[in-house]
């Protein structure tokens, strides 16, 4: 078991070196790297950021109904019954006609206007939260509620929140491509790193091999040289991902303020920051094998 | 140690090598190749090396059929032989106790076990205090005394060596040879190509030559020095 350690150990060291020996070239991989991961996590925090927004201003969907002006008592006491007697409807809120003029005459900006009206032009209304708020659900139910005796008009003030989750969903797809043709960057890159290692090594390969060296043995420093590529390059991610957060958090807090939105891009957590390195890993030490077993197949 | 049996090589352009090779090597036997350029000493050093496979025929070292082995077994295998080359296959980005210490770190040895035996190995071929130094700055006959104390730290049975006094003076292969019938009077089976006819009248042994591919003659030879 030692011995297996120290093997590795050794292979470990041995693969440092040989990227240390040329700092110049294998520093602008790793920065590669980093940008090939900090870009698509970056892109797909910005887009659950405003998923989050997306889905918080879904919460409160709401449908208005507008009575037609001749709707008597009668027409609207039917209206609130049906409304009550719906499984899909949630809540509901009754604003008469009267009310709201007088909520237009205590607006100090419009009492003149309304002081001018000969009679009340405005309808009585229904403000009503779905139980089902997801755009198809909310469809189903103005469908419905459009129908009734009475109703002139039906409006869904939620309609931005779809056209938002429509552009989400594209920008999901979008950065979905990006990180794929990133991951094929990142794979290109330690390929040919490992790859220029393995034929400026060629003589001390075949040194080992004639020696006894397994092909394990003779592929394990390359692997490492990989993995560490892999690892330099996520490390060097978190602070770019940081640095790109916090320069985006500082340009839309005005916006944000503005509009009264929570809407900032938070620090990655722990369970983000061991994704990435995963993934990182796994992609590098793939890139590797490939390519220390092709160029070794070649050189034999 | 060794058995040969009708062992051909052709390589990949036709070239045939080696044509039907039938010989045994005894434990502790002490065996010359000789022949000209191109008789395929090389070629069948590298096969008894395990370095290559026969195209026909079989060759077993230790009871083990090469042309049965993978590629790691194969390579396991080649651990047990001391190679010794005439171009050296040093790595001159490393000390001298590095290149002598590379057999002992494939094996899996470390630490103080592996520092003594370098030492050992070094002692042996009159390199222990140049343990430090780099290769760069070794001598013809240096260089080649540290390729053997790399052949011989991982105590093998057998010791194969190609040319091995090939671009020496005579002081320094004297030296090379006196090492070689060292390991020969431990009872380590060498096996040494040469055209060189100083290095067999200088030592005692079994001189297989190979004519065209062919075995020419197997005798003994005697050396009076060597046998004192």
Known sequence: MMSWLHQHASAGRLALRRLIRSPFANLLGVLVIAFALSLPAGLYRLINAADSLGHNALQGPRLTLFMAPDADGTAVRAVWDALAAHSEVLEFRYISNVDALAELKANPALADVVATLDRNPLPHTFIVRARDVSPAGLESLRNMVSGWNKVERVQMNGEWAKRLAALLEFSRHFTHGLATALAVALVFIVFNTVRQQVLSARDEIEVVHLIGATPRYIRRPFLYSGLLQGLMGSVLAFPLLQLGSHLFNREVEPLSTLFSLDFHLRPPTLDECLLLTLVALVLSWSAAFLSVSLTLKRLR | ?228
């Open chain 2, 1 to 228: 140690m060794m058995a040969l049996d009708a062992v051909v090589k052709r390589y990949p352009d036709g070239h045939e090598a080696l044509r039907g090779i039938t010989m045994d090597i005894e434990d502790g036997e002490m065996v010359f190749v000789t022949g000209r350029s191109g008789a395929g000493k090389s070629t069948l050093l590298r096969l008894m090396a395990g370095m290559e496979r026969p195209t026909a025929g079989s060759l077993t070292i230790n009871r083990q059929d090469i042309s049965r082995l993978g590629r790691a077994a194969l390579s396991r295998l080649r651990r047990n032989i001391g190679l010794v080359f005439q171009d050296h296959k040093l790595l001159f980005d490393r000390s001298v106790a590095e290149n002598a210490a590379l057999p002992l770190q494939i094996a899996g040895l470390y630490g103080n076990e592996l520092q003594r035996r370098v030492t050992v190995a070094l002692e042996k071929v009159g390199l222990a205090h140049q343990a430090k130094a780099s290769p760069i700055t070794l001598s013809g006959g240096e260089l080649q005394r540290l390729c053997i104390a790399r052949a011989i730290v991982n105590r093998p049975s057998l010791v194969i060596a190609d040319e091995p006094t090939g671009h020496l003076d005579q002081g320094y292969a004297s030296a090379i040879l006196d090492i070689f019938k060292s390991f020969h009077r431990a009872g380590v089976t060498v096996i040494i190509a040469t055209h060189d006819e100083t290095t067999i009248s200088a030592l005692a042994g079994r001189i297989v030559h190979l004519e065209d591919g062919q075995l020419g003659g197997d005798s003994e030879s005697d050396s009076a020095e060597y046998a004192t």
